[in-house]
């Protein structure tokens, strides 16, 4: 894969990436067959990226408690890379916020 050096589409989604806490696994042709599984230790943490049946690529968060079954992680490709995001905070539903304000005259 080659990219020109001046490609700014390129450039600010890389920047993004790092920023928000995405991380670059590996190329999309280290897993081509559906079945196939990349495992890596990312910050400590056992992350297995699989090629699923249907040819999506997802990553799981291997859990070393007892009976515990592997957590999804955000999974994204672009430009032919696969990169992870373990934020929890990146995992959790979060519903709108209320804001409870109370009037200085009361």
């Given at each position: 894969m080659t990219v020109p050096p001046d490609d700014r589409v390129f450039r600010r989604?890389?920047?993004?990436?790092?920023r928000?806490?995405?991380h670059f696994i590996d190329l999309v042709?280290?897993?081509?067959?559906?079945g196939?599984?990349?495992?890596?230790t990312l910050f400590g943490e056992p992350?297995?990226?699989?090629?699923?049946?249907d040819e999506d690529v997802r990553a799981y968060r291997c859990l070393r408690r007892p009976r515990g079954a592997p957590r999804p992680v955000r999974c994204a490709i672009r430009y032919d890379m696969?990169?992870?995001?373990?934020?929890q905070r990146d995992h959790q539903l979060?519903?709108?916020?209320t804001t409870i304000a109370t009037p200085r005259s009361a």
């Open positions: 989604e890389m920047a993004t990436a790092y928000s806490g995405w042709t280290a897993i081509p067959h559906r196939d599984s990349l495992m890596v992350v297995v990226v699989v090629r699923e049946d696969i990169f992870v995001n373990l934020d979060v519903g709108p916020r």
